[in-house]
């Protein structure tokens, strides 16, 4: 069983920038990927990006290319979200998710392919 717990979520005007955390517990195997995903009010969950435990591949979505970076810690089993140049449009609950399973590319973006979830925690950019 795998725990995941989000925080620094929080409140940040247009064009500044705010890191999130995913601690994670329980066994994290080498080969399990992990990736946040975040939802507005009246919209679907959206894939933000996504990266491999055991090397550096990373993928992301296409609103937040160039702006966002996923990054992991293997020795706290933690990952980071930075987000920079955030748009109020980034205002959404984010949430951290993790899978066991093998993914690359487009096969990371989907719900489907994770197992384990965070509570989220609540990113809002004012204008």
């Known amino acids: 069983q795998v725990q995941l717990v989000e925080s620094g979520g929080g409140l940040v005007q247009a064009g500044g920038s705010l890191r999130v955390s995913c601690a994670a517990s329980?066994?994290?195997?080498?080969?399990?990927?992990m990736g946040w995903f975040r939802q507005a009010p009246g919209k679907e969950r959206e894939f933000v990006a996504a990266?491999?435990?055991?090397?550096?591949?990373?993928y992301y979505g296409d609103s937040v290319k160039g702006r966002f970076t996923i990054s992991r810690d293997s020795a706290k089993n933690t990952v980071y979200l930075q987000m920079n140049s955030l748009k109020p449009e980034d205002t959404a609950v984010y949430y951290c998710?993790?899978?066991?399973?093998?993914?690359?590319?487009?096969?990371?973006?989907?719900?489907?392919?994770?197992?384990?979830w965070g509570q989220g925690t609540q990113v809002t950019v004012s204008s």
């Open positions: 998710a993790a899978t066991p399973r093998y993914c690359s590319g487009s096969g990371c973006y989907g719900i489907r392919t994770y197992d384990y």
């Open positions: 329980g066994r994290i195997f080498s080969r399990y990927a």
């Open positions: 990266i491999r435990w055991s090397g550096s591949t990373t």
